[in-house]
């Protein structure tokens, strides 16, 4: 087995923070809303662009929409969503708090705060952020996931593990789960594991095709770098196989020390509307 040096526990947390940055989609809400999303993490060496993020002009406009209305929850929603996509954190979580704020029972402000202050790295805040986001009487699978990814990056693993499982009792085998569950396992290396849960979100048929790239990860740490190749290069066009095979060598290199990109993965995207 590879040994796991110094240099790739530092660059596996910041793969899982990436992960974890945008596990909740600013529009996640309660479970009377469809078209919520859970994020997963992968070793994409390109970010694709969301039909979400929108452009420049569209970011403006949700920006003069909120500034005319500062408790318009929908108007902070999209506007936070957008800052997000242009990588202003700190201000998506100004602008959900101060809606959350004008509107203090609304779920989904909530929600959203929770995965602008996970995106932010403050992830005790957006634990309990996210506890307020939905009730034990009507759970959210999505939610809980993004809970336990936040007890991941706290190091609190086993904690992380039961929201996982209390995920999972609601939406059995859910792959977007399952890959976060895989994650953490990851993160507290047990390879093994990590590798039998990822392959288990595999397995499904509506399993985003990136989440192979998460078990690509926890393959390769195992020593298994040609298996681990051939996995994140299935199915995917020559040029994105190719960056992902690149990806993976430098996180399992040796002489992995520094990175032109600060060690952020690009993220793939699970749609749910159940």
């Known amino acids: 087995m590879r040994r796991w040096l110094p240099e790739q526990d530092r660059f596996v947390k910041r793969f899982a923070f990436t992960a974890l940055s945008t ?29 979400a993020a929108g452009s420049g002009r569209d970011v403006d406009a949700d920006g003069e929409r909120f500034r005319a209305n500062h408790k318009d929850a929908d108007a902070a929603l999209a506007y936070g969503k957008a800052l997000r996509a242009q990588g202003k ?22 929600a959203g705060l929770g995965r602008a202050l996970a995106d932010n790295g403050d992830f005790q805040e957006a634990f309990d952020v996210l506890s307020r986001a939905h009730s034990p009487d009507n759970p959210d699978w999505r939610i ?35 890959s976060n569950l895989g994650l953490s396992y990851v993160l507290s290396k047990d390879l093994p594991k990590a590798e039998e ?15 192979r790239l998460n078990l690509a990860l926890a393959v390769g740490l195992q020593g298994r770098l040609a298996e681990a190749e051939t ?18 060598k430098r996180l399992l290199s040796k002489n992995d020390n520094a990175h032109p990109d600060g060690g952020k993965i690009p993220i793939a995207a699970a749609e749910r509307t159940k």
């Open 23 to 51: 596990m909740l989609v600013v529009g996640l809400c309660s479970c009377q809303t469809t078209g919520m999303s859970d994020i997963t993490g992968s070793l994409g060496a390109k970010t694709e662009a969301s039909p």
């Open 89 to 110: 954190r700190a201000q998506a979580v100004a602008v959900l708090q101060e809606a959350a704020i004008a509107n203090p029972g609304n779920r989904a402000l909530l």
């Open 144 to 178: 809980l996931s993004a809970q336990g990814a936040t007890l991941d990056q706290l190091g609190r693993y086993d904690e992380a593990r039961q929201y996982y499982t209390s995920a999972l009792k609601i939406a059995p085998d859910e792959p977007s789960v399952l």
């Open 197 to 211: 849960t990822l392959r288990r979100a595999n397995s499904h048929a509506d399993a985003d095709p990136r989440m």
């Open 231 to 248: 996995i994140v290069k299935a199915g995917r066009p020559p040029e994105e196989a190719a960056a992902n095979v690149t990806y993976l």
